[in-house]
């Protein structure tokens, strides 16, 4: 089963990604380090370069018989006052080697005047140091700063005759547009390259940690983009896939999962534990009457039982059960693991079980039933659509046995559901094409044995199976909806023919419960037929059955009262089968009580039924009704009736129904045809 919407459990960011973005953020730390170094080297070079034009600048002031030897090419002895200004030059900025060179590149200062080492190394020492040095490659030459550009190169010495670090620079020296020579500078870089290659670390530092913090935050970012960018997905697929109210799969997903596992070799959606049968089951369930609650309470409790339901169904099915809704108050069980019948009998008990129990819905207390109709896998159908159906037929079967049930699909109920629906249709071809007819049964006065009237009873021979009885295609014509059609043709129909009659008899039509939800409807069909027959009202009865006083009783009596004063006369047909007779009868004036024909019929084998006659008829006498007695088949009946006080009888043996045509309106009790027979 799918879990609701808000259990759903964050998508997983797959492990590549993790590993990608570590990756990542280590190689731009190696890229910041390497091109940071780049940058120290770049700033070294470019402040030895500046360093050195400047004392090759200085060192051309201090000594200003420089530049004029450069261009005589021959050596030079410093004055002494050079001498002092150089020396005192040499110990700024790391400078200790210096020279200068004609246009020869020959080097015009003698050595003494020219080297001063750090003050721990001997001159000799530095000197040949620097020889050795000048012999390397890729040292610069001066030959090569005559071109006019200075030309510098930082080196690594051994920290003993030569400083760790330090650049050679040879510096163009020009007069005018004319280059006379070239100075050559030697800086001890050791100090200023460990600060450099210091500060531009610290730097890399900062600069990696905000790049890898900055990396860090892009990435999380992307990453729940990502996370809510699948969550919005997966609600999606979830909202598609679900029942809103419920959170069970809706139809279409429903019947997918369905199908997806009748389709698998086992049968089951999920793999099944070791020893667990794998078969399936479906289930179809109903909650019974559950118009009723909506009616009653409001839509919004409706809603809340149904998601009630849902809760319940869910508590008793497993983890690989479906569980969907198929719309209404229909939800769909995919039983997994089933071994037989006795599995699918069992997960039945538990749910009906469990969906009788009380549902709190907020202010008010429900309780309601289920039905439920099963089919088994591989016995009941193959495919999930067989299924299903078979579990429909299954259900009506529970349904029809008073519901709160449970029935499993049985091939012969299928049949008799075809012939059913096929009756159904073949009822509306009759009533469209006038294939019904009326029968009139006579009512006879007790005392007198006068003729009163007739009782219309519908007839209907089918043209395949004979005739049909009214207890079946009446209750037919309820389920499908045919009933109210077929009951404004009785009406229209009795009106008429009995409209042919003598003044004095009178007509009775049944009418169904189901012709009373549109009240004012019926009242104006009835004012209609009396109108187009030229009826007068006292002359039609109209019978009811104690069903209709069942449910919605203040409209029913509304309706009735519109219709008793039409002026026609209200009777309460098959009186004593129901359940809230007595409670109705002061309710609402009948004219007549039709007291059921099992009492008739009882009266000569049970003492009983003629206790309840007696009260009946007391009862409604004392009310200002009338007694008619149904099924009157003996003599001994007829003579116990007249006895307990019946006002009319009814039965075979004073007369059957026949087609209007056969009626002796002129016939009596004593004298009606029937009665020898
Ligand atoms: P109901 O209104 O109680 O009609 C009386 C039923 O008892 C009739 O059955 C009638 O044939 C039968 N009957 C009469 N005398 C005897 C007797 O001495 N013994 C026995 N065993 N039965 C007797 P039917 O015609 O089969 O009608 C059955 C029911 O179908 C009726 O019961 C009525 O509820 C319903 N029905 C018949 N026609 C109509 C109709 O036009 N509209 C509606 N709504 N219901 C109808
Ligand atoms: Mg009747
Ligand atoms: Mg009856």
């Not at 007069?175 to 100090?191: F, I, K, N, P």
Request: hydrophobic share 45%; charged share 20%.
């Amino acid at each position: 089963m799918a879990p609701p919407a808000a259990d759903l459990p964050p998508p997983a960011l797959p492990h590549f990604h993790r590993l990608f973005w570590v990756a990542g953020g280590l190689l731009a730390l190696v890229a910041v380090l390497l091109g940071i170094d780049r940058l120290a080297l770049r700033h070294l070079n470019v402040d030895a370069e500046r360093s050195a034009i400047e004392l090759a600048d200085h060192l051309l002031r201090a000594a200003p018989e420089v530049v004029p030897a450069m261009a005589g090419g021959q050596p030079i002895k410093l004055s002494a006052q050079a001498h002092g200004a150089l020396g005192a030059l040499q110990g700024i900025a790391g400078l200790f080697h210096f020279q200068a060179y004609d246009v020869r590149g020959q080097a015009l200062l003698l050595p003494d005047t020219v080297a001063a080492g750090p003050a721990t190394l001997p001159w000799g020492a530095l000197t040949g140091a620097i020889t050795e040095h000048d012999t390397h490659a890729d040292t610069p030459t001066p030959a090569a700063a005559l071109s006019g550009v200075p030309q510098l190169a930082l080196k690594h010495g051994n920290g003993l005759t030569l400083p760790l670090v330090y650049s050679v620079a040879y510096v163009p020296v020009q007069r005018g547009d004319q280059v006379v020579g070239v100075v050559s500078v030697y800086l001890d870089q050791t100090e200023r390259a460990d600060l450099t290659a210091a500060s531009f670390r610290g730097a890399a530092l900062l600069a990696s940690g905000a790049l890898m913090a900055s990396f860090a935050l892009g990435a999380t970012l992307w990453r729940r983009r990502l996370l809510a960018e699948r969550a919005n997905v997966e609600k999606l697929n979830y909202l598609a896939e679900h029942d809103s109210l419920t959170g069970t799969l809706n139809l279409a997903s429903f019947r997918r999962r369905a199908q997806a596992a009748c389709d698998q070799p086992g049968g089951a959606p999920d793999t099944p534990a070791a020893g667990e049968a794998d078969g399936l089951a479906l289930l179809v369930v109903d909650v019974d009457h559950f118009k009723d609650v909506n009616d009653h309470h409001g839509q919004a409790v409706g809603d809340r039982l149904l998601a009630q339901v849902a809760d319940r169904l869910r508590s008793v099915l497993r983890g690989s059960d479906c569980l969907g809704r198929l719309g209404g108050d229909r939800f769909a069980v995919l039983q997994t693991g089933v071994a037989g019948s006795e599995d699918v009998k069992a997960l039945t008990e538990r749910i009906l079980r469990a969906l009788a129990q009380p549902y709190a819905l907020g202010d008010v207390t429900v309780q309601v039933t289920a039905s439920l109709g099963a089919a088994i896998h591989g016995v009941d159908g193959l495919d999930a659509e067989n299924l299903s159906q078979h579990a429909e037929v299954a259900l009506l079967r529970a349904r029809a046995a008073g519901r709160g049930t449970y029935s499993f699909y049985d091939p012969a109920l299928d049949a008799a559901l075809q012939r059913r629906r096929q009756l159904a249709l073949d009822l509306a071809q009759a009533l469209a094409e006038g294939g019904l007819q009326l029968h009139y049964q006579p009512l006879f006065a007790s005392g007198s044995g006068a003729l009163l009237g007739y009782e219309a009873l519908a007839r209907w021979q089918h043209p395949l199976h004979g005739p049909i009885s009214p207890g079946e295609f009446i209750p037919l014509a309820e389920e499908c909806g045919l009933i109210c059609a077929l009951g404004q043709w009785v009406l229209n129909s009795a009106c008429r023919q009995a409209a042919g009659w003598p003044g004095s008899l009178s007509v009775a039509v049944n009418l169904s419960a189901a012709q009373f939800s549109d009240g004012p409807g019926l009242v104006q069909e009835v004012r209609q037929a009396m109108q187009a027959a030229r009826l007068p009202a006292q002359r039609l009865e109209l019978e009811i059955t104690e069903s209709l006083l069942m449910s919605d009783t203040d409209q029913v009596l509304g309706t009735l009262r519109e219709l008793k004063a039409l002026g026609v006369k209200i009777g309460m047909d098959d009186f004593g089968t129901g359940f809230s007779s007595l409670a109705y009868l002061w309710r609402f004036p009948f004219d007549k009580l039709k007291i059921d024909r099992a009492f008739t019929q009882g009266l000569e084998r049970d003492a009983k039924a003629e206790l309840i006659v007696q009260s009946i008829v007391s009862l409604a006498h004392a009310l200002g009704m009338r007694v008619n007695a149904e099924g009157v088949e003996t003599e001994a009946q007829r003579r116990a009736l007249q006895r307990h006080g019946c006002d009319e009888l009814q039965g075979f043996l004073l007369g059957r129904p026949q087609p209007t045509g056969k009626l002796a309106h002129e016939a009596s009790a004593q004298t009606y045809p029937e009665a020898v027979t």
